[in-house]
């Protein structure tokens, strides 16, 4: 069974922090998703990396595709308490099957 | 950008009784739905693939007597909770994959069995 172990699990900072948050696994995955939850809603996707060592940036986040295509990151900087949320990152093995990261909950004090 | 919806956004039900949960894609046709469940502060867990027109592919654990997918139109899967009971009770959400084999979420289903 895949597994994609995400960290930290949770973490809480204050508003202007930077944080990165990890997803890594054994498994090699043909591309990587990085969503945002809100409680009581479904997850929205932010960004898709498919190549080993790509690097996507949207606005204060930044994602990257480990090379050997096993893990990723997710950087924000300069927190703001809107960036509030569930984060996870879900590899896909080749077979447009989806599985999810164990999530880390990130809370942005103002 | 692509909609999926999902109906009812909640349900309470007594034990023993059997609940469907719809899943629809509004703007766009999706051979493959995706059905995920969720317990409080957890991530997704993938259920099972639901093919149109096809029987459901289930996960490891996965009762498929338990958890009944039809998928019956390229717009509509549906998921049907048989002899609910309170340990079922979780926050149930698909997914439809699109032409460019991203996958969009619905709004999720909260389902409280009593």
């Known amino acids: 069974t895949q597994l994609l172990e995400q960290s930290p699990q949770f973490l809480s900072i204050q508003e202007g922090e930077n944080l990165t948050v990890y997803c890594n696994s054994l498994?090699?995955?043909?591309?990587l998703q990085w969503y945002r939850q809100e409680p009581g809603e479904g997850p929205v996707l932010l960004v898709t990396?498919?190549?080993?060592?790509e690097v996507k940036k949207l606005k204060r986040l930044t994602f990257q595709f480990g090379d050997a295509r096993k893990d990723s990151s997710l950087h924000i900087t300069a927190a703001q308490p809107g960036d509030t949320g569930l984060y996870l990152c879900?590899?896909?093995?080749?077979?447009?099957?989806?599985?999810f990261g164990t999530g880390t909950r990130l809370k942005v004090l103002a | 950008g692509a909609v999926v919806s999902q109906h009812p956004s909640w349900v309470i039900c007594k034990s023993g009784t059997s609940v469907k949960i719809e899943c629809r894609s509004l703007?766009?046709?999706?051979?493959?739905m995706f059905w995920y469940r969720q317990f409080p502060k957890q991530s997704l867990m993938l259920m099972a693939t639901?093919?149109?027109?096809?029987?459901?592919?289930?996960e490891q654990g996965v009762e498929k007597d338990k958890f009944l997918i039809n998928h019956a139109s390229l717009t509509l899967s549906t998921l049907t909770v048989t002899s609910a009971h309170p340990e079922d009770s979780s926050f149930y959400i698909c997914?439809?994959?699109?032409?460019?084999?991203?996958?969009?979420f619905g709004p999720g289903t909260r389902l409280t069995v009593l």
């Open positions: 997914s439809a994959r699109g032409l460019g084999d991203e996958q969009f």
């Open positions: 498994s090699v995955f043909s591309s």
């Open positions: 990396v498919v190549t080993g060592g």
């Open positions: 879900a590899g896909d093995s080749g077979t447009y099957k989806y599985i």
């Open positions: 703007d766009f046709q999706a051979t493959t």
């Open positions: 639901s093919n149109e027109g096809s029987k459901a592919t289930y």
